[in-house]
């Protein structure tokens, strides 16, 4: 149980276009969802909260303009990362919250972006 | 404020050695500690957690991790490694809220 899934888990995308990230929780209702960033050989640096309903709480030095967090349903959020450059480049993990476990976080298989 | 210490970004043990993988923690109310593994280009999977019950915890794959508070630690071991053991290990510290807080992560490297 507490299944999380993500797609795409690649993708490739041109610079100045705009792609967006799926994440659904598969068997339980995600009460919070959460959106980091990974760089190579490094720590996941948490870059937004969201609750389904609500607009998403972003980390400081994250562009919420940039980084779009829509949390539309209790399986669904969705990143869209707008105008990619190249620096957006990076592994995008989510994660959820709400199966019955307080604080445990259930993560997705991550998503890799390559912008060139 | 919640943070997490993991001494050591690279430990190499052979196959068949007592896996330490060490983990420090500070919070300002009572913690729930977890440790994930990543393989590469995946996302995590939880080891184990404490939740404030059972001080010893054991975990998948024959993990384990010990809570001491007076120490304030939460290190992952194993008796035995195996070379499916080699990837990425984090401690994360969640202090009441669902906001997890990682450490930088612990490479365990696997000879055999």
């Known amino acids: 149980g507490a299944v999380v899934s993500q797609h795409p888990s690649w993708v490739i995308c041109k610079s100045g276009t705009s792609v967006k990230i799926e994440c659904r929780s598969l068997d339980f209702q995600a009460t919070t969802m959460f959106w980091y960033r990974q760089f190579p050989k490094q720590s996941l640096m948490l870059m937004a909260t969201?609750?389904?309903?609500?607009?998403?709480?972003?980390e400081q030095g994250v562009e919420k303009d940039k980084f779009l967090i829509n949390h539309a349903s209790l399986t669904l959020s969705t990143l869209t990362v707008t105008s990619a450059h190249p620096e957006d480049s990076s592994f995008y993990i989510c994660s959820a919250t709400g199966a019955g476990v307080p604080y445990e976080q259930y993560f997705g298989p991550g998503t890799r972006l390559t912008v060139t | 404020a919640q943070s997490v210490t993991q001494l050591g970004s690279h430990v190499s043990v052979s196959e068949g050695a007592l896996v330490l993988l060490r983990c420090n923690y500070s919070s300002s109310v009572p913690p729930y500690l977890f440790w994930y593994v990543q393989y590469p280009n995946q996302g995590l999977q939880l080891l184990l957690k404490y939740t404030s019950a059972a001080t010893l915890v054991k975990g998948i794959n024959g993990f384990e991790a010990e809570f001491k508070k007076s120490e304030t630690s939460f290190h992952l071991t194993k008796p035995s490694a195996h070379m499916s053991d080699a990837a990425e290990y984090f401690c994360?510290?969640?202090?009441?809220?669902?906001?997890?807080?990682f450490g930088t992560g612990t490479r365990l490297q696997v000879f055999p």
């Open positions: 994360a510290v969640s202090g009441g809220t669902d906001k997890l807080i």
């Open positions: 969201s609750n389904e309903g609500s607009k998403a709480t972003y």
